[in-house]
């Protein structure tokens, strides 16, 4: 993380937020799958990459649970709003 850009650290923070609003959801059984550390890790590479940060989150955490359903990927995406932004 030394390389990322200072401006970027709200972002990662916003990813890390998100991160852990997805594994506690998986723990209570809303969600079906909990993001790794490595997903988090791939976020902050496209963050550094010049990718927007919702664009990124989309990328890395809303395309994993694409394959349980349109229903989960709703989800995911809500969150990811209700985080970053329309």
Not at 17 to 25: G, I, T
Not at 47 to 55: V, Y
Request: charged fraction near 30%.
């Amino acid at each position: 993380m030394s390389n990322v850009q200072s401006s970027k650290i709200e972002d990662i923070k916003r990813g890390i937020r998100l991160a852990k609003s997805l594994r506690e959801a998986a723990a209570v059984e809303e969600l079906y799958y909990s993001p790794s550390l490595r997903e988090t890790i791939a976020y902050t590479k496209l963050l550094d990459k010049q990718i927007q940060a919702k664009r990124a989150a989309e990328i890395v955490f809303a395309n994993a649970y694409d394959q349980w359903g349109e229903v989960e990927f709703r989800k995911v995406m809500d969150l990811i709003v209700s985080i970053y932004g329309e």
